[in-house]
């Protein structure tokens, strides 16, 4: 497989090329983010299915077939600003498929009519995931971390609601526009030809550039604890981090990054909060925690995944503490730095072994604006971290009295006892 990045005057290129592949995917995103507010928010949401509700000549219905006749799929969709689209096809189908995405482009339909429809889909959606407490968790934990303006801040479901019936479709107009003139970060897994070929169709497609700047508001760490009652649930889904003062480009991200996988490795059972939590005490599922929200220039966080009972909440969040607070008294030791240099060597050797999944790591990194030279360097150094600098970095953001907590589930019985436990901590 060969990497490459070619940067244009209005859209980026990167591209995972391999001999003798009949499979296409490709990756656009664009980021639209200039301020966050409950409109912008729900505009977003609404405009992805519309946006799939006709192009050109082409009914809702007639596009969609029309895809799915050449065996291939456009997705869209748009998380903190970003709005990303997803076009699989065979070699042979590609040319066609880029087609119906310049249509798509160029010519939707944003029909009053299907607006209608988006709309009561959307409210459907919204009323369930008053449900979703695993997102509610996630949310409120974050919008604790940024200002209201910033891309990773979410507005509350009601809030969202009440502004559904406010869209337009001149709203929707504009958030398109936004799109189609921001610079395109594209990434695209196939042969040469392909490659060549989809080169050819964006310089056909994509002729201007507009760049706004993005509100970006990270606050200071402050402890705080949001227990929302969902009393459908059975159990109680729980977010807890810090936010962080770095960027991915910072050199404590890397050491940090080891840190946080001792701890509590996404997946599997390496980390120690699975090995403790989960397999000792059995209080848990899952545990697991990483490092989430890195955008270019701007600040992420930390974030601990887990759930537990009603009755086991205290005493999961006492077992989960406890091994933060281990790991921030005592670091790391030798072993896990050798054990896990290992583990980390192997997962990144796993997604070498499939060109899509190559495809998906180079466009994370192409839209943080890396070049493959220091994509490449930032995963060498892995391997090079040493036990000091761990040591230090977990002293310096893994503090676990800085710590928040954010809950969601059948809570009201517990809240009591978890805001005594959060007081004593």
């Known amino acids: 497989m060969k990497l490459e990045i070619t940067p244009t005057e209005y859209f980026s290129l990167a591209s995972v090329t391999t001999k003798n592949t009949g499979i296409v995917k490709i990756l656009i995103t664009i980021d639209t983010h200039t301020q966050r507010t409950v409109t912008t928010q729900t505009v977003e949401s609404l405009y992805c299915d519309l ?14 077939n029309e895809v ?9 969709g748009v998380n903190d600003g970003k709005t990303t689209f997803v076009l699989r096809s065979t070699a042979t189908k590609c040319k ?55 891309r990773k801040y979410s507005y509350s479901i009601d809030e969202q609601m009440a502004e559904v019936p406010k869209a337009t479709v001149s709203s929707i107009k504009k958030h398109h526009q936004a799109t189609i003139t921001g610079r395109w970060t594209c990434s695209i897994a196939a042969d040469q030809a392909i490659v060549t070929l989809f080169a050819k169709e964006l310089k056909k497609l994509k002729r201007t550039i507009v760049v706004s700047d993005a509100i970006h508001q990270p606050k200071p760490p402050k402890p705080s604890l949001s227990l929302e009652n969902i009393p459908s649930r059975q159990n109680i ?15 404590d991200f890397i ?37 989430e929200g890195f955008q270019s220039e701007e600040q992420g966080y930390f974030r601990i995944m887990t759930f537990f009972s009603p009755e086991k909440t205290v005493q999961g969040l006492t077992s989960t503490f406890r091994e933060i607070k281990k790991l921030y008294d005592s670091g790391v030791t030798q072993n896990e730095v050798d054990s896990f240099k290992t583990i980390l060597t192997t997962q990144q050797s796993l997604v070498n072994d499939s060109f899509t999944r190559v495809l998906s790591d180079l466009h994370g990194y192409h ?47 517990i809240q009591t006892a978890v805001k005594k436990w959060m007081a004593g901590k």
């Open 51 to 64: 946006l799939l509700s006709g192009a050109g000549s082409y009914t809702r219905e007639e596009f969609l």
């Open 68 to 76: 799915n006749m050449l065996g291939a799929s456009i997705e869209v």
């Open 96 to 150: 066609k498929l880029l087609e119906l995405f310049g249509l798509l482009i160029n010519e939707p339909e944003f029909s009053t009519k299907e607006l209608k429809r988006v709309k009561s889909t959307e409210l459907n959606q919204l009323h369930q995931a008053k449900e979703n407490s695993k997102e509610i968790a996630l949310d409120e934990l974050k919008n604790g971390f940024y200002g209201s303006s910033d």
């Open 237 to 251: 889904d729980l977010s807890i981090g810090v936010p962080l003062p770095i960027t991915r480009a910072h050199p």
């Open 255 to 291: 050491p940090l990054t080891f840190a946080v996988a001792v701890l509590g490795k996404w997946g599997g059972f390496a980390g120690r909060l699975m090995s403790t939590v989960r397999e000792k005490e059995g209080l848990t599922y899952g545990i697991y925690g990483q490092l």
């Open 367 to 413: 839209c943080e604006n890396f070049t493959i030279e220091e994509m490449e360097e930032l995963k060498s150094s892995l391997g090079n971290v040493t036990r000091a600098d761990i040591n230090r970095v977990i002293k310096t953001y893994l503090n676990p009295s800085q710590m928040s907590i954010s809950g969601a589930g059948p809570t009201d019985k």
